[in-house]
């Protein structure tokens, strides 16, 4: 009666597979986690028969960042004017044919500045077969834009200038093998869409007595570690319109 313990009572259950769970799971959250910060995604929960959409930021927000409670019309407020109504369009569709969505459309800043984000998302539905919630990755795919119209600018200006100088542009890769002739290159050699791009073909275009020199001094350039620009000048053979001189550059690019 002095309350002194005369016996002890323990159960042990075998908790490795839940342990193993567990350790999955954090693995996968880290994955999803790098996979998000190296797309520069934020995640987003529509609850969509309140509005409420919660944000979570990406990685180019502010440390002090944290989830964002946002109602419909607010979101749909910052959505670029020219974009907001085939937005809202491409969204019922998905969520009226049950598949994930999957759209890009610009949203305007606080500061005026215009943004490129991607909404990827998956929707929810209730027994009576409505969409009550989508939850998903919302990307920033500015810098990306940004640097495809850059692209864009830099094909058109080349575009501008071999057409000006009546220039034309070929390319050969090796590993695996393929060629590629402009639609002006074509032009010059008097080559149809429907002529392939082979070496054969343009071996017939070569005037004979040029054909060897011209072939010699490619060889040689593809050997030569320098890798400088190549420069000829040769004959070929237009079908239609006889004997051209045609001044070639070859630059020769390595792994």
């Known amino acids: 009666g002095e309350g002194r313990p005369i016996q002890i009572v ?19 959250e880290e994955r999803l986690r790098m996979a998000m910060e190296a797309a ?8 969509i028969v309140s509005g409420v959409i919660v944000w979570t930021p990406g990685r180019h927000s502010s440390a002090e960042a944290h989830s964002v409670e946002q109602d419909y019309q607010s979101w749909r407020a910052a959505v670029h004017p020219q974009d907001i109504d085939w937005v809202e369009a491409d969204i ?36 009576a077969g409505q969409a009550v919630r989508m939850k998903g990755l919302r990307i920033d795919l500015t810098d990306r834009k940004r640097a495809e ?9 080349l575009r501008l200038a071999l057409e000006g100088a009546k220039a034309g542009v070929w390319e050969v890769k090796f590993d695996p093998y393929s060629a590629y002739w402009s639609k002006e290159y074509r032009d010059l050699f008097g080559l149809s869409e429907a002529d392939e791009a082979t070496n054969e073909m343009w071996a017939t275009r070569i005037h004979p007595d040029d054909l060897q020199r011209v072939v010699d001094a490619n060889n040689k350039l593809l050997s030569s570690e320098e890798k400088e620009i190549g420069r000829q000048e040769f004959r070929i053979m237009h079908p239609e319109h006889g004997e051209r001189w045609i001044l070639d550059f070859v630059g020769v690019r390595g792994d």
């Open 92 to 127: 019922a569709k998905c969520l009226a044919e049950r598949r994930d969505l999957y759209i890009e459309y610009r949203v305007l800043r606080p500061d005026g500045s215009v943004r490129w984000v991607s909404n990827i998302g998956h929707a929810f539905y209730n027994e």
């Open 40 to 47: 520069n995604a934020g995640s987003f929960d529509w609850d």
């Open 10 to 28: 323990g159960v042990v259950i075998n908790i490795t597979e839940r342990k193993r769970v567990e350790e999955a799971l954090r693995e996968n």
């Open 149 to 157: 119209e850059l692209l864009r600018e830099r094909e058109e200006r």
